[in-house]
């Protein structure tokens, strides 16, 4: 058995798919601690996962996880982990709207902890805070 939960870009993060409904993300986490209402999605928050329901389809549209744990891209990569080893691991990156994503991975997309609270002189080695899917 894997000692770590895939994320898997354009699809998934454990048990939690792009295209489930409310009721399966309930389902799976078990309820949720917040739900916030907007005017296309509704995100709900349960422990470390934050999911983004779209208000028209019904269906999930992103999923992330948003604490250390078990959920790691690649087997190697979770949160708190840096774009540097992002880099080693999976290639390039590029920025947009303050995340994220990977050249060669469409679909998943990593949002970095403010660097002003870190001694560091490379964005690149400042620790992520969010890994999503979408």
């Given at each position: 058995?894997?000692?770590?939960?895939?994320?898997?870009?354009?699809?998934?993060?454990?048990?939690?798919?792009?295209?489930?409904?409310?009721?399966?993300?309930?389902?799976?986490?078990?309820?949720?601690?917040?739900?916030?209402?907007?005017?296309?999605?509704?995100?709900?928050?349960?422990?470390?996962?934050?999911?983004v329901v779209n208000n028209d389809t019904k269906l999930v549209e992103q999923i992330g996880?948003?604490?250390?744990?078990?959920?790691?891209?690649?087997?190697?990569?979770?949160?708190?982990?840096?774009?540097?080893?992002?880099?080693?691991?999976?290639?390039?990156?590029?920025?947009?709207?303050?995340?994220?994503?990977?050249?060669?991975?469409?679909?998943?997309?990593?949002?970095?902890?403010?660097?002003?609270?870190?001694?560091?002189?490379?964005?690149?080695?400042?620790?992520?805070?969010?890994?999503?899917?979408?």
């Amino acid at each position: 058995m894997s000692e770590f939960v895939d994320i898997i870009p354009r699809r998934s993060i454990g048990n939690l798919a792009i295209g489930q409904t409310m009721d399966q993300v309930v389902s799976v986490l078990g309820g949720f601690d917040e739900k916030d209402v907007r005017a296309s999605t509704t995100r709900l928050k349960k422990g470390g996962y934050e999911v983004v329901v779209n208000n028209d389809t019904k269906l999930v549209e992103q999923i992330g996880v948003v604490s250390k744990g078990a959920e790691k891209y690649l087997g190697v990569i979770g949160v708190g982990d840096t774009l540097s080893l992002v880099r080693k691991t999976a290639g390039d990156w590029y920025e947009e709207l303050d995340v994220y994503h990977l050249v060669m991975s469409p679909g998943i997309c990593f949002e970095l902890d403010d660097d002003e609270k870190y001694d560091v002189l490379e964005r690149e080695d400042v620790p992520s805070v969010g890994i999503y899917v979408f």
